[in-house]
């Protein structure tokens, strides 16, 4: 079946970096759009990216435009989120998705999810 894993969450200080990964298997997932969502406690989950089918349009919250990169490798059924410049506030666990429905990227309706990567920023 479907299936989507996160990987390269961990501690980092504020103004450094990490870089997610995220693995898909069990479909043809280089078709279709992908994203990035994160929840911090007490907190509902928040859109981060997202990423078309082709990799050549992106979307982005304005909380992280110019800090994050979201990029993906069809071939190695992967996509990945370059996290730089990172701040306490975008402490959390952050999640990929992806869904086999035509939508606009701007619509953050996804079906399929990973079960997150711990990220932690510390002052």
């Known amino acids: 079946q479907a299936q989507l894993v996160e990987s390269g969450g961990g501690l980092v200080q504020a103004g450094g970096s990490l870089r997610l990964s995220c693995a898909a298997s069990g479909r043809t997932w280089g078709t279709y759009d992908m994203g990035w969502f994160r929840q911090a406690p007490g907190k509902e989950r928040e859109f981060v990216a997202a990423?078309?089918?082709?990799?050549?349009?992106?979307y982005y919250a304005d909380s992280v435009k110019g800090r994050f990169t979201i990029s993906r490798d069809n071939a190695k059924n992967t996509m990945y989120l370059q996290m730089n410049s990172l701040k306490p506030e975008d402490t959390a666990v952050y999640y990929c998705?992806?869904?086999?429905?035509?939508?606009?990227?701007?619509?953050?309706?996804?079906?399929?999810w990973g079960q997150g990567t711990q990220v932690t920023v510390s002052s």
């Open positions: 998705a992806g869904r086999f429905i035509r939508r606009p990227l701007t619509v953050l309706q996804y079906e399929y």
């Open positions: 990423i078309g089918w082709s990799g050549s349009i992106t």
